[in-house]
């Protein structure tokens, strides 16, 4: 039998790995076991700096909870996050493309119809969207569900906000029968992810902007379609080509158009100027 030295450890600990009962498993942490080998040769890590970032994890795990998702914080920053994303949904070019989830997404939104107002109550100026959801042969899908979710305007979300025991700033709207929805809310600002754990320790050692471009999520599921997780964006707000988890692209970048005060998208009428945004979210079917 052999004894470990530098020259065969990786090789005996990714043989000892590979005996994982699921292939898939074996392939994984085989391949885990490679990278991570590889990785302390070529940087020739250190007893210290191995041990801080065995202190660094800790702590990542420490931080986390079923609110606060520190490890996938740390994913999204380093663009692991949107790697998975695109190299799970590589739609046709006729579909709408993906962004990152992000930790906010909240289950259970109420149901809203066309032009609910999901930031009743709040300070903010009104924004409505509007479009369609038809698949990728321009077929509209009547009943769509549209599950939004946004920040407030100083960059919070509900989940990070443990007063607020009622939906706020998140909705699912359902596209009427010609597949048009419209969406009502308040312009959203751009925030910065949260920088008092781990993440925001170590993003501060460093040159990178810890902010987000303005924006509200979209999670679309419809059955025989793939499922959509994405964002629009505001044309021209900050940090569009900084965002701190590599989620903008170019095709979920929309003008938030000014409008003035009286007729509104939704059909009714507003006292005071607004914006207005178009999109029209494209779904690609599931083959059959
Ligand atoms: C978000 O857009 O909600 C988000 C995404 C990744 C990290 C932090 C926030
Ligand atoms: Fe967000």
Known sequence: MAFVNEDNLTEL???????????????????LVRHLHEFAREVRLTEDEWAAAMDWLAATGRMSDEKRQEFILASD?????????????RFTAKATPATVLGPFHI?????????FD?????????L????TVTDTGGTPLPGAVLDVWQADTDGYYESQLPEVDEARLRAKYRAREDGT???????????????????????SRTGISHFRPAHVHFMLDEPGHRKL?????????????????????????????????GPSPDGGHLDRPFLHATFDFVLEPTPS
């Not at 600990?13 to 391949?31: F, K, M, N, V, Y």
């Not at 663009?79 to 799970?88: A, D, K």
């Not at 409505?128 to 479009?131: K, L, Q, R």
């Open 128 to 131: 409505f969207i509007t479009g």
């Open 77 to 89: 920053v380093l663009g692991l996050s949107t790697l998975v994303v695109q190299l799970n949904n």
């Open 13 to 31: 600990a990714g043989q000892r790995w590979a005996s994982a009962h699921d292939p898939r498993l074996a392939e994984l942490i085989t391949a």
């Open 118 to 126: 999901m930031a009743a109550g709040l300070d903010g100026t009104p």
């Open 229 to 261: 997780i994405t964002h629009l964006f505001q044309e021209g707000a900050d940090y569009l080509d900084t965002d701190v988890v590599f989620g903008t692209k170019d095709a979920l970048v929309v003008p938030f158009t000014e409008r003035p005060a």
């Open 107 to 115: 289950d259970g939104s109420p149901p809203a119809e066309f032009g």
């Open 181 to 203: 929805y419209c969406v009502r809310t308040i312009a959203p600002k751009g925030y910065s992810i949260p920088m008092d754990g781990p993440v925001g320790d170590l993003l």
